[in-house]
Nanobody, 121 residues
Framework: VQLQASGGGMVQGGGSLRLSCAASGLTFSDYVMAWFRQAPGKERDFVGSISQSGSSTYYTGSVKGRFTISRDNAKNTVFLQMNSLKPEDAATYYC???????????????WGQGTQVTVSS
């Protein structure tokens, strides 16, 4: 199984970025896909997730209304659209896959390598 995250970069506060995570080696439509983020010296935190069909999404409170998760099961890809970015959103962002929903990073089976997001004030 391989999850390949991309799309990170540097953006000014208030700007937008779109992260992608391409999956291979698994039946993508069988998995909940989630995004986590980790800032230096901090825990890996849940950002949001999307159900297998894409019909349900969950977000942590700090990103609700600003971030949107979507998926394309035909392309085995999940996306994280991040708008109105704030300096506190800066972190390494990871995608992860699991057959069932949870916000606990320790319960996820598969992880991408991470993509860095930097937000300048």
């Amino acid at each position: 199984v391989q999850l390949q995250a991309s799309g990170g970069g540097m953006v000014q506060g208030g700007g937008s970025l779109r992260l992608s995570c391409a999956a291979s080696g698994l039946t993508f439509s069988d998995y909940v896909m989630a995004w986590f983020r980790q800032a230096p010296g901090k825990e890996r935190d849940f950002v949001g997730s999307i159900s297998q069909s894409g019909s349900s999404t969950y977000y942590t409170g700090s990103v609700k209304g600003r971030f949107t998760i979507s998926r394309d099961n035909a392309k085995n890809t999940v996306f994280l659209q991040m708008n109105s970015l704030k300096p506190e959103d800066a972190a390494t962002y990871y995608c992860a896959a699991r057959p069932r929903y949870t916000s606990d990073p320790y319960l996820y089976n598969y992880w991408g390598q991470g993509t860095q997001v930097t937000v300048s004030s």
